[in-house]
T-cell receptor, first 111, second 114 residues
Framework: RKEVEQDPGPFNVPEGATVAFNCTYS??????FFWYRQDCRKEPKLLMS???SGNEDGRFTAQLNRASQYISLLIRDSKLSDSATYLC????????????FGGGTRLMVKP | GAVVSQHPSWVICKSGTSVKIECRSL??????MFWYRQFPKQSLMLMAT?????????EQGVEKDKFLINHASLTLSTLTVTSAHPEDSSFYIC??????????FGPGTRLTVL
């Protein structure tokens, strides 16, 4: 079983739609959680950290459920520029700064 | 945010040659840098953790003699792919750690081995 699992998609949605991605992680000792965005042939970029209390950044809302070991990302009012691969990332399973990446979920927003 | 550069951004080489990739943190010092590899349509896989002034820690299945890592200063880590083969063709990405959970990624190096 992978440490961090995501539905690879692709999710094809029209502009303006609301879309949600889910992610599960296997190591209950994980301490920090993130969503990264990766555009084709580019490096990943941090989208937002994820906290147990849930957090929102504009159109993006992230939630963490430690009991279920589940992380979600909600994107409201999708824009064409939101098209990318969204990576669920977990850290804190070990000493140091190591990040464990999920396989990514591909989002395509269409006009 | 902090800036990490990689050089070269892409390289094509013949099978059997060695390729060196540089990763630099431009505006901060990084005791720890990480090297990842990403094959098409797959996620990033950590290859090794590079610590300044000490030997790198390699992930299981990554050959340390094939992927040589040197972290000689707080702003530079290098990855050398020795005797490259076509199966080593991939997107190599480095990151530099700033604080416990924050990593800043370089733009990546696309390696094609003919």
């Amino acid at each position: 079983r992978k440490e961090v699992e995501q539905d690879p998609g692709p999710f094809n949605v029209p502009e303006g739609a609301t879309v949600a991605f889910n992610c599960t992680y296997s190591n209950s000792a994980s301490q920090s959680f993130f969503w990264y965005r990766q555009d084709c042939r580019k490096e990943p970029k941090l989208l937002m950290s994820v906290y147990s209390s849930g957090n929102e950044d504009g159109r993006f809302t992230a939630q963490l459920n430690r009991a279920s070991q589940y992380i979600s990302l909600l994107i409201r009012d999708s824009k064409l520029s939101d098209s990318a691969t969204y990576l669920c990332v977990v850290s804190g399973n070990n000493a140091g700064n190591m990040l464990t990446f999920g396989g990514g979920t591909r989002l395509m927003v269409k006009p | 945010g902090a800036v990490v550069s990689q050089h070269p951004s892409w390289v094509i080489c013949k099978s059997g040659t060695s390729v060196k990739i540089e990763c630099r943190s431009l505006d901060f010092q990084a005791t720890t840098m990480f090297w990842y590899r990403q094959f098409p349509k797959q996620s990033l896989m950590l290859m090794a953790t590079s610590n300044e002034g000490s030997k790198a820690t390699y992930e299981q299945g990554v050959e340390k003699d094939k992927f040589l890592i040197n972290h000689a200063s707080l702003t530079l880590s290098t990855l050398t792919v020795t005797s490259a083969h076509p199966e080593d063709s991939s997107f190599y990405i480095c990151s530099a750690a700033l604080g416990r959970d924050t990593q800043y990624f370089g733009p990546g190096t696309r390696l094609t081995v003919l």
